[in-house]
């Protein structure tokens, strides 16, 4: 069974940082693609930022790239997004999501439907 937990969320004020973590367990996804989306009230899930298979195999969405940057450890099943320069705009829940699909190298995945698993998620508000 695969499980997928988020930590790190809170109330942070505008330009503060957090950082979140998502814990995979039941699966190695070393060599599958990890990313975060998020939702924020009354909105649609958007993607946020990904990392796949390859070294420096990682993709942003527009409104976050220069401010957040996804990483992870494969040793502990692990991918973290560490957000800086927050804005009021970033307020969402944040879920991580995993893909236990074939991955081939150098392909990145940003669509919701290209993920088979994804965790509860977490809170992130930023205060203007």
């Known amino acids: 069974q695969v499980q997928l937990v988020e930590t790190g969320g809170g109330l942070v004020q505008a330009g503060g940082s957090l950082r979140l973590s998502c814990a995979a367990s039941?699966?190695?996804?070393?060599?599958?693609?990890m990313s975060w989306f998020r939702q924020a009230p009354g909105k649609e899930r958007e993607f946020v930022a990904t990392?796949?298979?390859?070294?420096?195999?990682?993709h942003y969405s527009s409104s976050v790239k220069g401010r957040f940057t996804i990483s992870r450890d494969n040793g502990k099943n692990t991918v973290y997004l560490q957000m800086s320069g927050l804005k009021p705009e970033d307020t969402a829940v944040y879920h991580c999501?995993?893909?236990?699909?074939?991955?081939?190298?150098?392909?990145?995945?940003?669509?919701?439907?290209?993920?088979?698993?994804w965790g509860q998620g977490t809170q992130v508000t930023v205060a203007s």
């Open positions: 990392s796949s298979w390859g070294v420096g195999n990682t």
């Open positions: 039941g699966h190695t996804f070393s060599r599958n693609a």
């Open positions: 999501a995993a893909r236990t699909r074939t991955v081939p190298i150098g392909v990145v995945y940003i669509g919701a439907s290209d993920y088979d698993y």
